[in-house]
């Protein structure tokens, strides 16, 4: 639990996007290891058993719950700190982070979970590949695709400045 617990938190509430539900879920998926104790050792690797394990869950979840919920929590994206920053700065960051996360977010699930996977867990495309139960090709087009996806959205938010840039690029 100390070594996954908020990492697999982490990664329930980027499927959930809800902090309680993702608790729940995280709370069933140690009860689940706690009942296969016994055959942990026939298990290839713990992470991502409990990776899959929380997935599904996640997934029966979205599957069974009749509304969406749209809670957007900035832990989803916790960045060390390094020197101490201005206080306009730290503003900008925080803002960066918030509409990152918010367009991380607003991917449709299958992109959400390989950038998720990718970048914030740090998983390689074979370890994806385990987890997921995906071809690695498979993988690499929807991480491609996800990327490509999370581009536009950021581009065209105003929150970066990026959005007024790339407007003027392309009518002028």
Request: glycine share 4%; net charge positive.
């Amino acid at each position: 639990m100390d070594n996954y617990g908020e990492a697999l938190t982490k990664l329930a509430f980027n499927y959930l996007k809800d902090w309680n539900l993702a608790e729940d879920v995280i709370q069933d998926v140690f009860i689940i290891c706690y009942k296969h104790y016994d055959k942990l050792e026939e298990i290839h690797s713990l992470k991502a058993w409990l990776y899959r394990v929380t997935i599904n869950k996640s997934k029966d979840i979205l599957k069974h719950s009749n509304r969406k919920r749209m809670i957007f929590n900035s832990s989803i994206l916790e960045f060390k700190q390094g020197k101490e920053r201005s206080p306009e700065t730290q503003m900008i960051h925080n803002n960066e982070r918030l509409f990152l996360s918010a367009s991380v977010l607003s991917l449709p699930i299958k992109y959400r979970e390989v950038i998720i996977l990718y970048y914030y867990d740090g998983l390689s495309i074979a370890e994806m590949s385990h987890i997921l139960k995906l071809n690695e090709n498979t993988l690499k087009t929807r991480l491609k695709r996800a990327r490509a996806k999370l581009r536009v959205l950021m581009e065209g938010g105003e929150a970066n400045g990026k959005g007024i840039k790339t407007a003027k690029r392309n009518n002028g």
